[in-house]
């Protein structure tokens, strides 16, 4: 069993920071990849920023820039550092850990979610 858990979201001015953690724990081999999305009411769900276990990076367009993702590869956690954060910002913050079990089979685990809130 792997449990995800996020922290470090809140309601924050425009032009703020927030700096998001995430933890995966349980019976854990490895993990592979570990990334945030968010979803917005009525929105989509859509990838943020991902990164993996050898430290390659992808952010999508609109927080290049602004968000930077990190990983502690040891703690298997993995954090999202947004800064200069516009309304348009605010979501439902995920993490998403691609984790091999310790039977070695691999499956995707989702936290509950973080809400962030940017007001202007």
């Known amino acids: 069993q792997v449990h995800v858990v996020e922290s470090g979201g809140g309601l924050v001015q425009a032009g703020g920071s927030l700096r998001l953690s995430c933890a995966a724990s349980?019976?854990?081999?490895?993990?592979?990849?570990m990334g945030w999305y968010r979803q917005a009411p009525g929105k989509q769900r859509e990838l943020v920023a991902a990164?993996?276990?050898?430290?390659?990076?992808n952010y999508t367009d609109s927080v290049k820039g602004r968000f930077t993702i990190s990983r502690d590869n040891a703690k298997n956690t993995v954090y999202l550092q947004m800064n200069s954060l516009k309304p348009e910002d605010t979501a439902v913050y995920y993490c998403?850990?691609?984790?091999?079990?310790?039977?070695?089979?691999?499956?995707?685990?989702w936290g509950q979610g973080t809400q962030v809130t940017v007001s202007s």
């Open positions: 349980g019976r854990i081999f490895g993990i592979n990849v």
């Open positions: 990164i993996t276990t050898g430290g390659s990076t």
């Open positions: 998403k850990s691609v984790v091999v079990t310790t039977t070695r089979l691999e499956y995707d685990y």
